[in-house]
Structure formats: C-alpha cells, structure tokens
C-alpha cells in the first residue's frame, strides 16, 4: 500500500511537471510585478549525491575563468602598436576592431540571456574557447599572407567572431557562478574571484605583449604574442571544462517564461545601462588615443608609448577590479547603520 500510495504521488507529480512544462498550467502575466523577480530564479535543493567542493580551488578555478573572458578583448587593445605597423593605411583599425568587439560581445550576451539554458556549461565553455583560441591564432596569420585591405576585412570579421566567442565564455561563466549558489552561500563570494581574474585578464596580457615585444623582432612579435593569448585562453578552457564536469550545477524547478524574463531584466535594466554607459565611454576615448600616440619627452617610440599606455590602464582596471567588491561591502554597512539611525 505505502509503495502504491508513493507511485501514485510521483504519478502525479510528473503529470503536473509535463503539464508545466508545456505551459498548459494557467498564470498571471500581471502578478509578476507584485513579486521579486530574483525569487524566480531560486534552485531546487541541493541532494545528498550532489558533490562537495573546496571554496578554495572554486575560487581560483573561477578566477581563472573569469581571466579567460577578456583574453580576447585585452589582447586585441594591446595589440595597437602591432594593428598601427600592419595598416599603416588606416591608423584607426584598432579602435574599430574593439566598436566591433563591444558591440557584438553585447549582442552574444542578449542571446546567451535567452537561449543559452539549453546548453550545457562545459558545452558553451568548450564552443567559447574554442572560438576564442582559434580566432586568436587566424589575426596574425592573416595579416602576414594578405594583402593590407583583405587583411583588414578578414581581421574585421574574425574580431567579431571572437567576440562572439568571448560573449559566450563570459555569459556561462556568470550563469555558473550564481547556479553554484544553491549549493551553499559560494555562488556570492565567487562572485569576487570572478571580477578579480577579468581584471587580471589585462595585467597578464599586456605583461606577454612588453615581453614578446622586448623578445620578439617587429615581423615576429605579432604572431608570438597572439600565440601566447590563445594558449592563454586554452588553459582557461581546459579548467572551465574540468568544473563543469567534477562539479555540474545545481539547475532550477523549471525554466523561466518570457514573462519571468522581462521582469528580471527590468529588475536589473539599471546596472545593464550602466555597464553600456561605461563602456561606451571608455571605447570612445581610450583606444583612440592609444592609437593616436605620437611620441613622447622620454624618448619612447610610438610602439612603445602605446603599449605603456594600455598597461597603465590595465593595471588601474585590476586594482579597481580587485577593491571594488570590498569597497561595495563598505559602503552597504554604512548605508545599512545610516538607516537604523535615522529609521
């Protein structure tokens, strides 16, 4: 009677289950304003055959991959000096290569915000990586066997499948960083970890680019340095795809209706257009003048200057990403303590 009674439960339950899934269960699009968004998002609980984790090696495991998301963008911005000798036509190519870059990074996340739960995390961290790694290889090549207009259209095309790669890698790294949260309180403290590595992202790869260019010839030190990122970016590739599997996430109830969806993205829209603001700002001043660096009083060459310049900025970038979760935590205890004394 007890295993009757318990087989007509899951009867039941996988009834209901397939009925929600076909969305034949009746809901109120208009109720979602009156309730938090975020709370949708809330994962089944972890079982006793879900598998134990070290904070530690989750934190440098993420750090790592969140330095493998910017791989791609640090090296195309170090990288100026190297688009400057090769188009000597078209002194710009590294500010337009980096629009591209942030336009259709953005475009990849729109779509990984919306379709990427079909796929697995050591799937799109594969596909990303892959994309990324390869792109990296096929720039330099490709500026050395064409002509300076084809390798201008080809290197044109490839940054934008390398950012689309990218997109890939950083949008399925936040994705399994907030689905390790229902693990434990980890998922918020990776958070961290994660900011830190793509802040680091451009302090190493603008360290290989002063190195390979103080190693390498000028013909060469285009191929050496982009083969040094995409080994980069495959190091990150094979740690991604190792958590993925020895750690898999925990996945929700169900997944979001579209309903759902625009309600956390009106919930978060704010700190998005913010993101958009930043880094719209930044393209619009920073690569152009790296790019536009004529000399200096200390007698540096162009190349040299351009490279100095990105490396200050990605030092700054680091520290700012490394002291801006501490400094966040700050200011809310203020606020907090502000609130019960004026509450």
């Known amino acids: 009677t007890a295993q009757w009674a318990m087989r007509k439960e899951a009867g039941e339950r996988d009834a209901l289950l397939a009925k929600s899934n076909h969305h ?42 969140g330095t493998g998301t910017l791989v791609a963008w640090n090296s195309l911005l170090a990288a100026v000096d190297y688009f400057r000798l090769s188009f000597p036509g078209s002194p ?5 290569f980096t629009w591209l870059f942030e336009v259709a990074t953005l475009v990849t996340l729109l779509l990984i915000s919306q379709e990427g739960a079909k796929f697995s995390f050591s799937f799109r961290f594969g596909v990303g990586f892959l994309l990324v790694s ?5 720039i330099p ?3 050395d066997r ?25 949008g399925s790294l936040w994705g399994f960083v907030s689905s390790i949260s229902s693990r434990s309180e980890a998922g918020v403290d990776l958070a961290t970890p994660a900011q830190a590595g793509q802040g680091f992202a451009g302090l190493l790869v603008c360290g290989f680019r002063i190195l390979t260019k ?68 930044t393209m619009a001043v920073f690569p152009g ?26 030092a700054t970038d680091t520290l700012g990403n490394a002291t801006g ?17 004026y509450h």
């Not at 390798?151 to 790669?165: D, E, H, K, R, S």
């Open 146 to 170: 064409l002509s300076e207009g084809m390798a201008w259209t080809l290197v044109f095309v490839l940054a934008g499948i390398l950012a689309m790669g990218s997109g890939v890698i950083e």
């Open 134 to 138: 390869t792109m990296l290889l096929c």
């Open 214 to 281: 103080a190693t390498f010839s000028e013909s060469d030190t285009g191929v050496a340095f982009f083969a040094i990122s995409s080994m980069i970016a495959l190091i990150c590739a094979a740690v991604g795809y190792a958590i993925s599997l020895n750690i898999p996430p925990v996945p929700p109830d169900r997944a979001l209706r579209w309903g759902e969806k625009l309600a956390i993205m009106k919930q978060v829209g704010v700190y998005a257009w913010s993101q958009i603001v930043i880094n719209a700002t």
């Open 92 to 96: 710009s190519a590294a500010v337009w």
């Open 24 to 65: 034949e269960l009746p809901y109120d699009r208009l109720s979602y304003a009156n309730q938090d968004p975020f709370q949708l998002l809330q994962a089944r609980k972890p079982s006793g055959e879900d598998h134990e984790h070290s904070t530690s090696l989750m934190s440098f495991s993420v750090f790592l991959l």
């Open 325 to 341: 979760a501490p400094i966040s935590r700050l200011f809310r205890k203020k606020i907090k303590r502000l609130v019960v004394l």
């Open 289 to 314: 003048m790296a790019t536009n660096v004529e000399g200096s009083t200390l007698g540096l060459t162009r190349g040299w200057l351009s490279v100095i310049v990105v490396s200050i900025y990605a």
């Open 141 to 143: 090549a490709a500026i």
